[in-house]
């Protein structure tokens, strides 16, 4: 199940399903701050498109908008990080523990 909302820096990111994504899987939209995730997806696929999405939000972010975007790096990044999160179950609870209350 996807989350509903992502946290990009100090900008909060709606995140829905969307029945009209054909072409795309997904797509961040900043100006709505809104990550639209295909609904068609399987859960696995949905999770590395959103992170994909989330890759894309930093970059933005953190990096500021080029307009350049390396997309095979950014899938191949967003992969990884997924894969080291679900492969790493003790990881993501350590970094629960570091949320402020």
């Known amino acids: 199940m996807l989350p509903t909302t992502i946290k990009i820096g100090a900008v909060p990111f709606a995140v829905n399903t969307d ?6 899987w997904g797509h ?3 100006t709505t701050q809104t990550i ?3 609904s ?6 949905a999770a590395q498109t959103l992170m994909h999405e989330i890759i894309h939000g930093i970059e933005v972010h953190f990096e500021g908008n080029s307009g350049e975007h390396d997309e095979s790096k950014i899938q191949r ?3 990884a990080i997924l894969l080291v ?9 350590m970094i629960e523990t570091l949320r402020p209350v």
């Open 85 to 93: 999160l679900i492969d790493n179950p003790d990881l993501c609870r």
């Open 19 to 24: 029945d009209h994504e054909q072409s795309n």
């Open 36 to 38: 639209k995730i295909a």
């Open 77 to 79: 990044l967003g992969n």
């Open 28 to 30: 961040i939209d900043y």
């Open 40 to 45: 068609r997806l399987a859960p696995h696929s």
